[in-house]
């Protein structure tokens, strides 16, 4: 529907003073308005209104509106616009809303006035998709308000979307509003997606609104699998406050693999506040692997919570827990956050691995925190723990590693390693290893312990380490142990044990080794070991990276 008016008063004379005729030409007013709105889908209603008028005081105003909603099985679409002017006052908007689910519906509606020199726009738009397989929403749009006298323009576009991919269900839902007057403007966006799957499952969004001198930003990304067909849920969810140049973000992510076999999960959120050119941000990431024997078992839980306002600092957590049991495993996890505030830049990542190899069914675990607080301190803690058992003469080996790195740019430079490690031989042999590193910006501190045994009949052995690397403020810090035992005869027993501790420089060590032997012909047994306090020294780390999809993303 299309209304538009011209009104105008066409020239006249008046009779001057001199006598002499003088054309006289009365000001003309542009009033337009125009409002469009379609859609496709199973079930489809619009609405389209447009009025100008002029009152008995002079005052010239104009209504426009127009409205659709769409509902459908597989998808429903709205595209809508509405324009109008008043004078050198114009307004336009559009809202253009897509689902893509089993179960569809998409709403759009635009709203907008002038009186005089007072101007209104508001703007909706709401998708949502429900099902099974994939779901999606894009909802496109935005206003503006032009003020033609001065050039100035108040407003901006807006944009949000959201999927999801679960075998047994599929959620995708983007709430976006927009309203202006020509002195303020209020925009707020919501994402939300969900699933769960047999083998796999993803859930995204991204959330934006503004222009390039006042914008905000929300995105989300999770994934799993599982090989043999394990249970994965995903999901994320996000909203985002723009009110003139105060900005308030918020974003959410979990997700969770169990099954047989090789578990994995990899998820970032990201929260992004642009005002007069001064970026404040803060993102976190979790990535983890499980991989076991094709019978044993993997699970993987990674969950995260953030939030950031423009001047202030940010503040969120990010915890993963990873585990598996089966007699070979390897597990290996990540996370960290990315900080740029109020209080300056942050850079945090936490890593922790546990490889262990046997005949016999056992089990390990990495735990992972990473958090962050409005008042820019960061604390990272590593735990990593398992044991590996065998039995018919075949060895066991189990290795554990654990690292934390923590920089900003007022000054903090802490660093840990701590790595454990293993192998028993004999009839029946068994190790249980554990690290922990605690690093925040007021010290770094951990642990790292190794315990074998091996024996039954016949010869036995075993092997033990355990070491810690601490960087404080710059200095390192070192400390390392490793033992040795082994005993022949008929029958053996054969115990080690290395651990090292480091509380802010206080340091514990224990290096225990003992062999047995009986026999009824020859024996023997031996043990020895080893040991490094305090050695201060260049500490080799591993390279520490944000993690693929970290990558990618940000």
């Known amino acids: ?12 004379t008046v009779l001057a003073s001199d006598g002499w005729l003088v054309p006289r030409i009365k000001r003309q007013t542009v009033v337009s308005s125009n409002a469009e709105t379609s859609g496709n889908a199973d079930t489809i209603e619009t609405d389209a209104m447009a009025q100008h008028y002029k009152t008995a005081d002079g005052t010239v105003g104009m209504n426009v509106s127009s409205a659709g909603n769409a509902t459908g099985a597989n998808s429903a679409s709205i595209d809508n616009q509405a324009t109008g002017q008043v004078s050198d006052t114009q307004l336009n908007a559009t809202g253009n809303v897509g689902a893509t689910g089993a179960n569809s519906s998409s709403y759009s509606e635009i709203n907008a006035a002038v009186y005089g020199n007072d101007s209104l726009l508001s703007n909706s738009q709401q998708g949502n998709a429900v099902g099974t397989g994939d779901t999606a929403v894009l909802a496109n749009g935005g206003g503006q308000i032009t003020q033609g006298g001065t050039g100035s323009v108040l407003g901006g576009s807006q944009i949000g979307t959201a999927g999801a991919t679960g075998s047994e269900n599929s959620l995708s839902e983007v709430i976006s509003q927009q309203n202006l007057t020509w002195n303020t403007l209020l925009a707020q966006l919501v994402g939300n997606a969900v699933a769960q799957g047999l083998g796999n499952a993803q859930a995204n969004i991204d959330l934006g609104s503004g222009n390039q001198e006042n914008g905000i930003e929300v995105n989300g990304l999770i ?9 994965i849920n995903a999901e994320t969810h996000g909203n985002a406050t723009l009110n003139n140049n105060n900005h308030d973000l918020n974003g959410q992510m979990s997700g969770s693999a169990t099954g047989d076999g090789h578990s994995h999960i990899v998820g970032a959120t990201n929260l992004q506040s642009n005002s007069s050119g ?3 941000t803060i993102s976190m990431f979790g990535d983890a692997d499980a991989q076991t024997d094709p019978n044993g078992q993997s699970a993987i839980d990674l969950n995260s919570d953030s939030h950031i306002k423009n001047g202030e600092g940010g503040a969120g957590n990010v915890n993963l827990n990873a585990s598996a049991i089966g007699g070979n495993k390897d597990i290996v996890g990540q996370n960290g956050a990315k900080v740029n505030d109020a209080n300056g830049g942050t850079l945090a990542i936490n890593y922790g691995s546990v490889n262990g190899n046997g005949t016999e069914n056992s089990s390990g675990s990495v735990v992972l925190n990473t958090n962050y607080t409005a008042d820019g301190d960061a604390k990272l803690e590593s735990l990593a723990d398992g044991n590996s058992i065998s039995t018919n003469n075949q060895n066991s080996s189990l290795n554990v590693n654990n690292q934390a790195d923590l920089n900003n740019t007022n000054g903090v430079d802490n660093h840990g390693l701590a790595s454990a490690g293993g192998i028993s031989s004999g009839e029946n042999s068994n190790l249980t290893g554990s690290g922990q590193l605690v690093i925040d910006g007021s010290g770094t501190g951990g642990s790292s312990n190794m315990e074998a045994f091996g024996g039954g009949n016949g010869s036995s052995a075993a092997e033990t380490n355990a070491a810690l690397s601490l960087i404080d403020g710059g200095v390192p810090r070192n400390s390392s142990v490793q033992g040795s035992v082994s ?4 029958k053996t027993s054969v115990h080690s044990i290395s651990t090292v501790t480091d509380q802010n420089g206080v340091q514990t060590l224990n290096n225990y080794q003992h062999a047995t032997s009986i026999a009824s012909g020859s024996s023997s047994s031996s043990a020895s070991n080893y040991a490094v306090l305090r050695k201060k020294r260049a500490v080799r780390r591993k390279t520490a990276r944000l993690g693929p999809l970290f990558d990618m993303l940000f």
Not at 224 to 230: A, I, S, V
């Open 1 to 12: 529907m299309v209304w538009r008016a011209i009104l105008f008063v066409t020239a006249f």
């Open 223 to 231: 994934s799993g699998w599982n090989d043999n067909g394990g249970e």
């Open 278 to 280: 001064v970026n404040n």
């Open 487 to 490: 005993a022949t005869g008929d």
